[in-house]
């Protein structure tokens, strides 16, 4: 594997976990929220992701029988655990029994979600730092 490959998929690692914390900050951020454009509470969104196999010309010749992977974000679903349901008559989206429907987003989930793609995503930057300095000392040799 050379060097471009191996910052290709750590790259995809970093937008893939990016993808994952905007995710996350939009579920924190709509925690609250009984009504969207629908009329319902806010659903919960969940990121997927999946391998993706390298795609660069070089590794494609190089390869010799083993295919590299990195990562994608294949598709971002709403989570279908029902609302959380509080009795609340004063509240204006409260139905007829004075319960009101609020989004299905725990907060202690989201925040260990987001630590682990804050993790992640870290791990992806030391990577290629990591790559950027044997490229250095590879250059260095050279001389």
Known sequence: ???????HISTTGLTS??????VVSANLANVDTTRTRNGMPYRRKVV?????????????????GEELYGVKVSEILEDTTPF???FN???PHADQMGYVSFPN??????????MVAKRSYEANV????????MALKALELGR
């Not at 997927?48 to 010799?64: G, I, R």
């Not at 987003?105 to 987001?114: F, G, K, L």
């Not at 030391?126 to 300095?133: G, L, N, V, Y």
């Open 17 to 22: 976990q990016r993808m994952r914390m905007n």
């Open 126 to 133: 030391t990577a290629i730092a990591t790559i950027k300095r």
């Open 89 to 91: 008559p004063g509240h």
């Open 105 to 114: 987003v725990d907060v202690v989930t989201e925040m260990a979600n987001m």
């Open 1 to 7: 594997m050379d060097f471009l490959t191996a910052l």
């Open 84 to 86: 959380r349901r509080v």
């Open 48 to 64: 997927l992701m999946e391998a993706k196999p390298v795609e660069d010309f070089d590794s494609t010749l190089n390869s010799e």
